[in-house]
């Protein structure tokens, strides 16, 4: 199988939330590197294309790559992303 991601990805099995226009969505981190991760979701129906990824405490924007049945890709962006009011959020990339 061909690898095309940037930055190697290593297992883990963490909790996270999907956070978007005031709403959030309980995930589960499969995988994780510096550049994205894959996300076992209930459904990926209703899930937007950029929304913030809250592990650990630390809301991180994030832009969708790829969906599946219950599992999302993601990469991670630098991007704002509007919290609840629909103010900009300014978050930084973790390096």
Same mark, same amino acid.
């Given at each position: 199988?061909?690898?095309?991601?940037? @930055? /190697?990805?290593?297992r883990?099995?963490?909790? &996270?939330k999907?956070?978007?226009?005031?709403?959030?969505? *309980?995930c =589960?981190? $499969?995988?994780?590197?510096?550049?994205? @991760? /894959?996300?076992?979701?209930?459904?990926?129906? &209703?899930?937007?294309?950029?929304?913030?990824?809250?592990? *650990?405490? =630390?809301? $991180?924007?994030?832009?969708?790559?790829?969906?599946?049945?219950?599992?999302?890709?993601?990469t991670?962006?630098?991007?704002?992303v509007?919290?609840?009011?629909?103010q900009?959020? $300014?978050?930084?990339?973790?390096?």
């Open positions: 199988m061909n690898e095309h991601r940037i @930055a /190697a990805r290593r883990v099995l963490k909790g &996270g999907i956070e978007f226009r005031g709403a959030a969505i *309980d =589960t981190v $499969r995988n994780l590197s510096d550049t994205g @991760a /894959a996300l076992d979701v209930p459904s990926p129906v &209703g899930i937007p294309a950029e929304f913030n990824l809250v592990v *650990d405490g =630390t809301p $991180r924007p994030c832009r969708v790559v790829w969906r599946k049945e219950n599992r999302i890709g993601i991670f962006g630098k991007r704002a509007s919290g609840p009011s629909g900009s959020k $300014r978050l930084r990339r973790d390096a």
